[in-house]
Nanobody
Framework: QVQLVESGGGLVQPGGSLRLSCAAS????????MSWYRQAPGKERELVAT????????NYADSVKGRFTISRDNAKNTVYLQMNSLKSEDTAVYYC???????????????WGQGTQVTVSS
């Protein structure tokens, strides 16, 4: 059974930094590209960043490019999101999961973890 446990969120001032972690279990982690998503109040969940299975390539939403960095440690079955220069519009609940195409294809990845709340406010 797929389990995704996000952590590291919190309250931070604009311009600050946070590092999110996602511990994965129940599937062969190193085989899959992984993504971070976020959902702000009253908005749809959106894709933030994706990293390939080996970590050799990454992609980012335009809104976070140059500020966020996704990485992974396949030995620890963990994916990270380093967030710098945070803005109020980054306030959301952040979730990890496999990349969107895989998630749409494999039913076992349809559910979400509890997410971690990031609030950017002075």
């Amino acid at each position: 059974q797929v389990q995704l446990v996000e952590s590291g969120g919190g309250l931070v001032q604009p311009g600050g930094s946070l590092r999110l972690s996602c511990a994965a279990s129940g599937f062969f982690f190193k085989r899959y590209a992984m993504s971070w998503y976020r959902q702000a109040p009253g908005k749809e969940r959106e894709l933030v960043a994706t990293i390939t299975s080996t970590g050799g390539s990454t992609n980012y939403a335009d809104s976070v490019k140059g500020r966020f960095t996704i990485s992974r440690d396949n030995a620890k079955n963990t994916v990270y999101l380093q967030m710098n220069s945070l803005k109020s519009e980054d306030t959301a609940v952040y979730y990890c999961n496999v990349d969107p195409i895989t998630r749409a294809t494999i039913i076992g990845f349809r559910s979400w973890g509890q997410g971690t709340q990031v609030t950017v406010s002075s």
